[in-house]
């Protein structure tokens, strides 16, 4: 997600322009980032079973660069990767570079080419009001999110912070309160596959905010099965404390989600919420399509854990203290619709 | 290449002296690059053929380290690594680092250990006097060079950007208008091949310029089939026009290049260029050394693609347009020798 | 190790606070680290048998970043990768990013998350008094640290600065001349093994300096076989020379040690040592825990070399001459106790 990066103060480089005639111009090259590390209790981890202990260490540090240069006309044009490594489930990773994503800017116009952010993925009120933008140090794996249903977690287009994303194109357009945001991605197809291997996906999002109070929609379109899905969102945002609504249609799977923080004296702020995921459709199961949620080969049904259906409510609850200096205490529960339970305790800090 | 690297203007980052003693001395880190994206249409690509589309987006983002060191005599100390993302045919990859070049330099003298620039690759009068080096946003495939022919493409010495490079050695000597490089590597052996499996490589490039004139000429001794090569090079660079001249003689395969540049305006310029490579000598095929060009395993034969013979004319245009502020438009078109268009267009911008 | 990191000045790159609330506070990134190459003379490589060249290039190029920020209660937190490219015989590597360590500070208290630094690996009195904390260039392999022995070296908690470490915690208390040092790890369990696939470490480090004088001890228990060890020494340092004694049990098996090193004039520096090694106790080998000394499969035999008993006498002698600005020529011979012989010169340099 790109929620934590455009939260950070960049480190700003000062240098010269490149060329001569380009007096006004500048480039130059920004590093920020954060890590984050605490203990996960995860009780779908059991050394007797999966030989993974059901608490350890969950870490992350993340390294962006932030690459940019002007032209004499005000285009800009910029490009980002990310330094990442990661622990969960206490299987460390060294750190690995994503792919690129390069955008031009002009006046309210962004278009970007590459590991694009996603329209679906960029949607303002579908992700949690916590630094993780999930619960606890990791997210718990964004049960939170309307989109994320039918143990088919994160089947649309997003900035991928550990891959190479997607390699689509997009553009953003944002006027005073309005964003408007189209995207588009085409995975190459194979020979043989010929015209199933590859997919395409398209989406769009708008979103509105005045005063306190926002809305926002999207719709994604694509070639691969359940992936075809309509998010609605609206919040009202009063500083000190904030409630907001989601919807999702998710390829006839509905899903419904409630929201609340509230800041406790100076520097603490609470989050809590529920989300209700429907069965699949009947008709969906007539007409052959099946039923993903017990699938054993989804990417939410990893090898050694039990597979449930993920229809029925999750709730959880995120406590966050700020240290100040950029970094803070968190901690969150929740409890997921197939019947996992997570807590977890740490620190996260940015710079 | 290195030719992109070094036009541009680095950023620097003031440090202080490591020891107390070093007075005068510096040690710092100096992070650079470029951006560049855009469309490539390949009529190589075909859905119905390869699963690739025949337009497709082309791009990379490259973030070169250059670290220095300078001892109290002046003798300074250097070495240099990229982490680089790039997309070809629509295939993404995360950026990765390639292997480290190290150098020391005292006053006209370099000597460089590792990911070496090498002799033929650092020979003025071979690339193109584009920002690319070559034609459009990718180089399209550097049929420009006149070292690349017989489907052996870049097949000397030369600094990897993506890989670890040959780890050989050289040394660089620069006095007013001449430069003199020599340059070697030695590829370890296997046991199995004993004294087949390694190879070495030996290169030497002398140029010389005065006024608006140059020279250049290189020559590399290779273990390996193919490698052993002649360059020489000839050019006029008036400032808003230049011409050149190119000629190698690639182990009895020659091949001319003619090159010409202008500008056009105040911020456009205009390249062209043709080459034309020579049939493989019959001698060579009379003493068995075959023809490597209908090769289909050869480096420029990829799945997918008719592999056809390089012999013939390639002939190519590129428009560059100055956007400011480091930035430029590109786009170019080429027809190579084996009947391959392609057609690019795109940005390019430096920081 | 971290010797070599922690010796480096910082490249300082002055940001703002990021929190409008904390005035006082600071995240930044800094970037430093070294280069160094130089040739390696092995007799345990031979063009003729295992197809590598007995003198090869040796080098590295380390590029260190980190991170940190500061509570307004001023406890600091830091996080730490590297991305480091190498050389060695002749097989060169592109550069590529360690697992990340995560800190805690508080006045005398540090608490590391990841790839900690391990208390066996941190003490004082085990490595050598030159740049590489070895011999010559690149260590040449560390016999002359009192815990490696048995042709089972570095069986112990230590940063990793080519892997992810070992996911551990650790926590340093330092008041005054007193360091204690105490360290945690623990390996996933596979299913099949259940309790035998995993195992952890558990180690101590205290150490005492006082005037030119110092003492330090440190103790490994480990779930593994060969690593439980105990390790001890002493030193004095009186600026222009220093003198060193160390020693270890490691599972049974002695190792003595004795270092020196001496000022030759205003920039060089010798440092000479010697180590003995005893055989595996008869009690072991009789209790059927065998002797891993000859097993073709341990981490120092590797493939192509004649692996031999790591039993006996060690010695070296390393020589390095400031050059003024960070950067020093550095020389070095051993003679292992498996007979190996090598000899390297070259440079280093830090920035």
């Known amino acids: 997600m790109e929620t934590e990066g455009n939260k950070m103060k960049k480190v700003l480089f000062a240098t010269t322009a490149l060329i001569a005639t380009a007096s006004v111009a500048a480039a130059d090259v920004r ?9 996960d209790y995860n009780d779908a981890n059991d050394s007797n079973i999966n030989g993974v202990s059901d608490t350890t260490i969950t870490s992350r540090l ?27 489930d206490n299987n460390p990773g060294g750190a690995v570079f994503n792919g690129a994503r390069f955008g031009v800017v002009w006046e309210g116009l962004r278009v970007n080419v590459g590991n694009i952010i996603g329209a679906v993925e960029n949607m303002p009120g ?37 891959g190479v994303g997607v390699n689509g194109v997009e553009a953003l357009y944002t006027y005073e ?33 005045w005063n306190d109070f926002g809305v926002a929609a999207a719709y994604q379109n694509s070639g691969a099965m ?12 009063g500083g000190n404390w904030g409630a907001r609504i989601a919807y999702a249609d998710n390829d006839g799977i509905s899903k419904w989600g409630l929201y609340g923080n509230i800041d ?3 520097a603490s702020n609470l989050v809590l919420f529920v989300t209700s995921e429907d069965s699949v459709d009947q008709a969906d199961v007539n007409a052959g399509r099946g039923d993903n ?25 995120n406590w966050s203290y700020d240290l100040g200096g950029g970094a803070s205490f968190e901690t969150g529960y929740r409890r997921a619709s197939n019947d996992n339970d997570t807590f977890q305790a740490g620190v996260y800090f940015s710079f």
Request: hydrophobic share 35%; glycine share 12%; aromatic share 14%.
């Open 31 to 39: 590093l920020s980032g954060y890590g984050r590390f605490g203990l």
């Open 62 to 88: 993340r390294l962006q660069f932030d690459m940019s240069a002007e032209t004499d006309m005000g285009v800009a044009f910029d490009a980002r990767f990310r330094a990442q490594a990661e622990s969960r």
């Open 126 to 162: 579908t992700y949690l009001e916590t630094r993780t933008a999930g619960i606890g140090i990791d997210g718990a794996g964004f049960f939170s999110h309307v989109g994320n249903v039918n143990n088919e977690f994160f089947n649309w287009d997003a900035y991928s912070s550990a």
């Open 177 to 209: 309160g309005f964003v408007g945001h189209i995207s588009y991605s085409d995975r190459n197809e194979t020979i043989a596959a010929n015209n199933n291997g590859g997919f395409d996906r398209a989406a769009i999002m708008l979103t509105y905010s």
């Open 226 to 237: 359940w992936e075809d899905k309509t998010l609605v969102s609206g919040w009202y945002d």
């Open 264 to 266: 406790i004296g100076a």
């Open 293 to 317: 949620r017990v699938a054993s080969t989804s990417a939410s049904c990893a090898a050694g854990t039990t597979c449930t259906d993920t229809e029925g409510e999750t709730y959880g609850i």
